[in-house]
């Protein structure tokens, strides 16, 4: 019996593009003896769409122009039964396309277009299951300002911050540099739709802001500055279902060269190709057990409240003298899906990337099942016959 596709799809048009790329092939070799065939789906920095076997090795991203050269060309459409496929673009007179059924999309992309909601988007209009949260979750999980204030609402802590665009800083820089101020000694300036702690800096000075805003909106016209806990620990907690039902993983402690982990600390190491699981950290997290659990509380409280699906990391800033914490971000498409967190579990990288597709493939059955069309005879010629009395009146 021939194994159902699941298309891995990764890259994109991201500061981040790096990263998913390791998150994708490390997806690719865990499916390898599963039930599933996979289907590699590279999208390039400029967008475009390739597939082909050149793209399971991580080697071959080192020269990038080669890897695109000597891969294929494609594009997601349906057949002619009407099923969508990936669809291969014939690259010569002489040569064929080929089509290959899509059972589900493992979504391995990680920050702006590609986790923020808009390949969802896709896939919700070709009607296939994918992994990870839906386009609104997604969305608002890429958007930290709307999700730190949708969590504020519930009474979920957050620390205090003030966001603004670039256009805001432009014209008030000075009022926003007093507000900056006034959130105390030093501060955190982070772009508002990026992970992987990129465009990330904590400042102490005005001089130090200036200059970390102004980099910072390279990445991003939304900034976010956010008062700084001192000292600082760093929580993280996994959750796994859907917002009718699901867990949390044990926590774990990231630990930094710096006092905010950067994107050296966890991609840029003697062990980068193993993406965010070569990442210094403490699993379990070496917290008292009430601290523990009050996260991994809190942690379902957001995946639920965001109506999050399949599996985020949500991260929480502590202060390391009082134990207070406060909910940092989620990410929806973690790096490496965190499966090193689920390890405590007894779940593997493999069965944790086939529960993904099984929650995808559920959640999919649950909203077909759903009306899809309403009937009625709107159309009917009654009706067309009022539309064309419509134009004769204008």
């Known amino acids: 019996m021939k194994k159902p596709t699941v298309v891995v799809a990764f890259g994109g048009v991201s500061p981040e593009h790096e990263v998913s790329v390791l998150t994708g092939v490390q997806a690719l070799s865990a499916l390898e003896d599963s039930e599933y065939h996979t289907l590699p789906l590279y999208i390039s920095k400029s ?23 000597s891969s294929t060309p494609c594009v ?49 209009a070709y009607n296939i299951p994918y992994t990870g949260s839906g386009v ?4 608002i999980g890429m958007d930290k300002v709307t999700a730190k204030r949708l969590c504020a609402s519930e009474e979920i802590p957050v620390v205090e911050d003030i966001d603004f665009t670039e256009k805001d800083w432009i014209e008030n820089k000075d009022v926003l540099l007093q507000k900056i101020s006034a959130l105390g000694e030093s501060a955190v300036v982070k772009p508002v739709h990026l ?12 001089e130090e802001t200036i200059t970390a805003v102004e980099t910072a909106f390279r990445y991003d016209d939304h900034l976010m500055v956010e008062k700084a806990i001192s000292p600082l620990m760093e929580i993280n907690c996994s959750v796994l279902g859907t917002a009718d039902k699901c867990r949390a993983s044990v926590c774990e402690r990231p630990v930094g060269r710096e006092e905010l982990l950067s994107f050296t600390d966890k991609y840029q190491n003697d062990e980068a190709a193993k993406g965010m699981a070569a990442a210094d950290r403490i699993i379990p997290a070496d917290i008292p057990d009430e601290l523990a659990e009050n996260i991994q509380e809190t942690s379902v409280r957001v995946f639920k409240l965001l109506q999050s699906s399949g599996l985020a990391r949500l991260d929480f800033l502590v202060n390391a003298d009082t134990n207070t914490f406060y909910f940092n971000e989620i990410n929806t498409i973690p790096g490496s899906f965190s499966f090193y967190l689920w390890k405590e579990n007894g779940i593997d990288f493999k069965d944790l990337l086939v529960e993904l597709i099984e929650i995808a493939i559920q959640q999919h059955q649950k909203k077909n099942g759903r009306v899809q069309s309403y009937e009625t005879n709107l159309l009917s010629q009654k009706a067309v016959k009022g ?8």
Not at 195 to 206: N, P, Q, R
């Open 47 to 69: 967008g475009k769409w390739f597939t082909g076997e050149p793209l399971r090795d991580l080697k071959n991203y080192e020269k990038l122009d080669t890897l695109i050269g």
């Open 76 to 124: 997601l459409t349906h057949n002619r039964d009407g099923a969508p496929v990936i669809k291969t673009l014939p690259d010569g007179l002489f040569s064929k396309s080929s089509e290959f059924p899509v059972y589900a999309v493992l979504t391995s992309f990680h920050g702006s277009a590609g986790e923020n909601g808009s390949f969802q988007g896709i896939f919700e």
């Open 136 to 139: 609104m979750a997604s969305a």
């Open 195 to 206: 992970g992987s702690s990129i465009g990330v800096e904590v400042v102490k000075s005005t």
């Open 387 to 394: 539309m064309k009395g419509l134009k004769r009146s204008k």
